[in-house]
């Protein structure tokens, strides 16, 4: 049976999940990172997809994308793909695929479930033990979005700049929302929606979504308890 094609929007935020292969590594140093982060940023302005937060996991990665034509989503993890995984197989003396299958990914409402997605993304180092604060981890959106940092990858969404009138307030009130725990419930309901590719969003959004592309938005509920997961970074 074919597969149904991912739902894709223009200028509908997309979280992007990409896992390495068996869960393995997909980088193994801080070069293998910033060669990431180098042709993401390559990819995504020759695709035209806005990244608004992003999160690289020692096995795999995160990132909220806005596209702005449909498929450039598709476009971008391509092509990040080829140059990425070219680079790291002539470098670290391997060959074969890095990733595990295609990547997925989930349409998200540009209301309180976009910045619910951006903290979710920038707290993964947190949840996973890594560090003790999302701006102690250097691989992430966070300080650019918290802080102001410097990071030539980030164009904040409207629902991120629309936090305040100037950067300074903005800021502020973005580490104020990112203190604010996610409830289990807004994990596994992020985590679900991932997992079956669906839209994350509001009763009209997810109508939205169905008129639009003709598929059911609403993920299924999960009926088996997921098995105990290693207190690693794989969850994310």
């Known amino acids: 049976m074919a597969r149904l094609p991912r739902p894709d929007l223009a200028h509908v935020p997309q979280h992007v999940v990409q896992r390495g292969n068996n869960r393995m590594p997909c980088f193994f140093d801080d070069d293998d990172r910033r060669r990431y982060m180098t042709v993401l940023r390559e990819a995504s302005l020759r695709h035209h997809c806005s990244i608004h937060a992003y999160v690289l996991m020692s096995n795999h990665v995160h990132l909220l994308a806005s596209p702005a034509t449909p498929g450039a989503t598709a476009s971008m993890m391509q092509s990040l793909g080829r140059m990425y995984v070219s680079t790291f197989n002539a470098r670290h003396r391997r060959s074969g695929t890095l990733w595990e299958g295609r990547y997925k990914s989930r349409l998200v409402d540009s209301e309180a479930y976009l910045l619910r997605c951006y903290r979710y993304i920038e707290l993964n180092p947190v949840r996973a033990a890594m560090v003790a604060a999302p701006e102690d981890y250097r691989w992430s959106s966070y ?3 918290a802080a102001g940092a410097d990071d030539p990858l980030i164009h904040p969404h ?5 936090l305040g009138a100037t950067p300074d307030e903005r800021q502020r009130l973005y580490r104020q929302l990112v203190s604010e725990t996610l409830s289990e419930d807004e994990l596994a309901e ?3 929606y991932v997992q079956q590719q669906r839209a994350l969003g509001s009763n009209r959004f997810q109508a ?8 059911c938005a609403h993920a299924r509920p ?6 105990a997961q290693p207190a690693d970074d794989t969850r994310g």
Do not use: D, K, Q, W
């Open 143 to 145: 300080n650019a979005n």
């Open 158 to 162: 409207p629902s991120y700049t629309a």
């Open 190 to 192: 992020i985590r679900i």
């Open 208 to 215: 939205m979504i169905e008129a639009e592309l003709g598929r």
């Open 222 to 227: 999960a009926h088996r308890p997921r098995l």
